[in-house]
């Protein structure tokens, strides 16, 4: 089935690297001898599962290369050298914020940051609750932006948390309200992060017991599982159909070979559990000359 389905994984893969957006994310997975990094690649319909050896980012460079809509990701360090635009993950942000605000509770230079990134992130979001991610809306916000930014760049702090954030903000200045310039591009990574956690089901359920080989084989298969979901057709009916084009296949064309009905068992046959459902069944029910006579 691999074998016979690694056109579709290219072409999931093609269909992703030359679209406008791309989700990104990354997770560790225990193998028989060592360990290893499943990356998972996608959009808001297509699903490529990867396996690499190691966390090393050096591959999403040539991966990457011809890639030129929005990559959104979190605040891995590998993602920051690859040459196009970003959105970094405001959730990852706002959890990592909210830890400090729990770790220096009484820093008044630090909620001097957060309070007016936080009402700025608050806007931001209630407009695309109200408009969706519309650009034209969004793009009223450009103002705020540019004034936080100029207004936090031009502050001296003497504690140490408020100056670790504010450098960290200025790092990322471009890169973290990078969806207020583009049309449909989230301002969070929860895209890819629901994608893996279907990886994660599975790891969690082979502790130890996978190899190399055969995780590879298997991400292959559930890049289709789940690209389907995210189309909303069923991942059997895919596999029955023949085809190895996903995108057509969602578009209803179909082969004009006619195909062989699903049969699940062998005309005739019965199988085990019915019947002795069966039998069960019948010596539960009363003898009808029986009730006549009574």
């Known amino acids: 089935m691999v074998c016979y389905y690694k056109t579709t994984y290219q072409g999931l893969l093609k269909k992703i690297l030359s679209g406008n957006l791309l989700h990104i994310d990354e997770t ?16 808001l319909e297509e699903v490529v599962f990867m396996y690499r050896p190691t966390r090393e980012g050096d591959f999403l460079r040539e991966l990457l290369k011809d890639f030129h809509g929005v990559l959104v990701s979190d605040f891995y360090a590998a993602y920051d050298s690859i040459e196009c635009p970003q959105q970094k993950c405001l959730i ?4 990592d914020i909210n830890q400090e605000l729990l770790n220096n509770p009484y820093d008044d230079e630090l909620q001097s940051i957060t309070r007016p990134f936080g009402a700025l992130l608050r806007a931001v979001v209630e407009t695309v609750d109200r408009h969706g991610l519309k650009k034209r809306f969004l793009e009223t916000h450009k103002q705020e932006v540019e004034g936080f930014f100029k207004g936090l760049n031009e502050k001296i702090f003497r504690s140490e948390a408020a100056e670790s954030l504010r450098s960290r903000l200025m790092k990322y200045r471009n890169k973290l309200f990078t969806f207020i310039d583009y049309e449909g591009v989230p301002w969070n990574n929860n895209n890819a992060e629901h994608a893996i956690r279907q990886f994660i089901y599975y790891r969690e359920g082979s502790p130890r017991r996978l190899k190399e080989e ?3 084989d298997y991400l292959v298969l559930l890049s289709i599982y789940q690209t389907c979901r995210y189309k909303g057709v069923s991942f059997l009916k895919f596999l029955v159909s023949g085809q190895r084009d996903v995108v057509s296949y969602c578009e209803g064309k179909r082969s004009q070979r006619r195909l062989p009905t699903i049969q699940v068992y062998p005309k005739g046959f019965v199988p085990p559990h019915i019947a002795n459902w069966r039998k069960k069944r019948a010596c539960q029910q009363p003898d009808s000359e029986a009730l006549q006579s009574e």
Do not use: P
């Open 28 to 43: 560790e997975v225990q193998l028989q001898s060592g360990k290893g990094y499943v990356w998972v690649f996608t959009n």
């Open 214 to 216: 055969g995780l590879s």
């Open 92 to 95: 990852h942000l706002m959890r």
